[in-house]
């Protein structure tokens, strides 16, 4: 499947296909919009390569730009405006891009740069547009394996890799997405995440492209003007990825917030108190799957799986220890591994050490942690590099965390690794308070807790006012633990190896941290 089959088949379409605040589209203009953008790329991009890269919010060049690289055999290059300097030049130099196209809000980011670059709301962007209108619709051949976008992981664990996107890459999870949702052109898919990322452009563009539905811009997205939007757009179906379905709840409550159209949000690493609030509370569905930039292994969640569980493992895929690269029997935890192969995983642009790292021995390896129960359900338990060595034993966080997340004073939490003076690792969380909670009531609630291990019970406590996140509402853990106890936040400390925590006070070093 192609995205330029998705396009073509909207080309006669005057049901609306975009709106963007006070401006709308129908679908034929918008594919018109996409054959002239793809006639000013063909101009413009005369380079081996044809990468143009946009730094740009959620605007309707962003739709216009993906389509036209469709038409036009070029690639699209998301940029992140939240990285700057010389991070974001590296970004730009890896990925290639002969052209940078922004709004003019971002221009200054890409001051002294060796790349051109055009305002997307300048005269010199205009008059291109204006001498390539009503340009034919005479799109290149391509494949579903041709690349269409390069869009960079979020950089959690260190610089950003720049993830092939091939057309069938996007087209294919839009099609299954609309197909399962019963998605068609009376429904309207709203687009809040930033477009630069996969979740906005795989579980959101390409749905409403595939399904004829209305896509609904959001520029940025505004926890308070979700709702307004819902209602004003008549929107059935958005995404999400991470925090924002918080930040929604977080709004005040109306009688009356269950009055809108809204039928399905879908996305991923939502809260897992927060989907069902969710959906309580605005009347829908919320769906929330397991899923990555790369791709390469997918869950399909059943009406029996538990509250919490990814779904059961799908065919082909293994729970690994990745020292001896044998299966982990149920409750142990190890990394999610296709057995089959690559999956979706088309690799990463000029990044054969990367490459390797994913595929070994045939096999597609995830860097996510896992485990199953003894129902064969699976449970996400955090990332490879959030794994922590804690006398001898191997621990992954995000089972930590929903455990800190039962108590209804802890609105956030955060688990991640410091150094052991000694060796390996201790455990330490961050977390964010939504109540009253001192240490002596936090110690006394762990106790309580009968799944959580003694090796798990956090060394010391982080009190923050919010977690560190990247501009797709990732917390970045890596940032947490290099600051570990010398942080100007109040930190808390476990004494000796009972569920007993004392303050040590804010900033304080670990030479004054009770150690075990």
């Not at 029996?304 to 779904?311: E, H, N, Q």
């Not at 964010?432 to 309580?448: D, H, M, S, T, Y």
Request: with cysteine; aromatic share 8%; proline share 7%.
């Amino acid at each position: 499947m192609t995205v330029t089959e998705l396009l073509l088949a909207r080309a006669g379409d005057d049901r609306p296909g975009l709106r963007f605040e006070d401006s709308s589209w129908t679908w034929r203009e918008h594919v018109q919009q996409c054959a002239d953008h793809a006639a000013v790329l063909r101009s413009v991009l005369t380079g081996p390569v044809k990468h143009v890269g946009i730094l740009a919010d959620n605007v309707p060049s962003f739709s216009f730009l993906l389509g036209g690289c469709a038409l036009s055999g070029s690639v699209l290059v998301g940029l992140n405006p939240t990285r700057r300097g010389a991070a974001l030049e590296r970004d730009i130099r890896l990925a290639d891009c002969e052209l940078v196209l922004t709004e003019g809000r971002h221009a200054a980011l890409l001051t002294g740069m060796d790349v051109p670059v055009l305002d997307l709301d300048g005269p010199e962007w205009a008059a291109l547009l204006d001498s390539c209108a009503g340009s034919p619709l005479t799109p290149v051949p391509a494949r579903a394996d041709d690349l269409l976008m390069l869009i960079f992981t979020s950089g959690t664990s260190g610089d950003p890799k720049a993830v092939r996107c091939t057309h069938d890459k996007i087209a294919a999870p839009g099609r299954m997405l609309a197909d399962r949702f019963g998605l068609s052109s009376s429904d309207c898919v709203y687009l809040s995440m930033p477009m630069f990322h996969s979740n906005a452009i795989m579980a959101g563009w390409s749905v409403g492209l595939a399904a004829g539905a209305t896509l609904a811009l959001r520029r940025r997205f505004s926890a308070s003007g979700f709702l307004p939007d819902v209602r004003r757009f008549g929107v059935t179906y958005a995404n999400y990825v991470g925090k924002p379905l918080s930040y929604v709840l977080a709004t005040p409550s109306a009688a009356d917030d269950a009055d809108n159209p809204l039928r399905i949000v879908y996305g991923n690493e939502g809260a897992e108190a927060d989907l069902a609030a969710f959906g309580r509370r605005f009347g829908c569905r919320v769906v929330d799957a397991f899923g990555s930039t790369e791709g390469g292994i997918g869950f399909a969640r059943t009406p029996d799986t538990p509250a919490g569980s990814l779904g059961r493992l799908p065919e082909g895929v293994a729970i690994l220890d990745p020292e001896t690269g044998v299966e982990c029997p149920p409750g142990v935890v190890g990394e999610l591994v296709n057995t089959r192969g690559a999956g979706a995983f088309a690799g990463y642009y000029k990044n054969p050490a990367a490459d390797a790292e994913r595929l070994r021995d045939g096999r597609y390896h995830t860097g996510d942690l896992a485990y199953v129960d003894d129902a064969g359900f699976c449970y996400f338990a955090g990332r490879l590099g959030d794994w922590l060595r804690v006398d001898g034993e191997n621990l992954g966080t995000a089972p930590i965390e929903r455990v800190l997340l039962r108590h209804p004073a802890i609105a956030e939490a955060a688990v991640y690794a410091v150094p052991d003076p000694a060796v390996g690792d201790q455990v330490m969380a961050a977390v964010v308070l939504a109540g009253p909670l001192g240490p002596e009531e936090f110690g006394a609630f762990l106790a309580r807790q009968e799944d959580l291990g003694p090796k798990q019970l956090p060394r010391y406590v982080r009190v923050v006012r919010e977690l560190p996140r990247t501009s797709t509402y990732k917390i970045m853990k890596r940032q947490l633990s290099a600051e570990g106890v010398h942080c100007p936040d109040p930190v808390w400390s476990r004494v000796g190896r009972e569920s007993a925590y004392c303050t040590v006070g804010a900033g304080s070093g670990a030479d004054e941290v009770v150690r075990p």
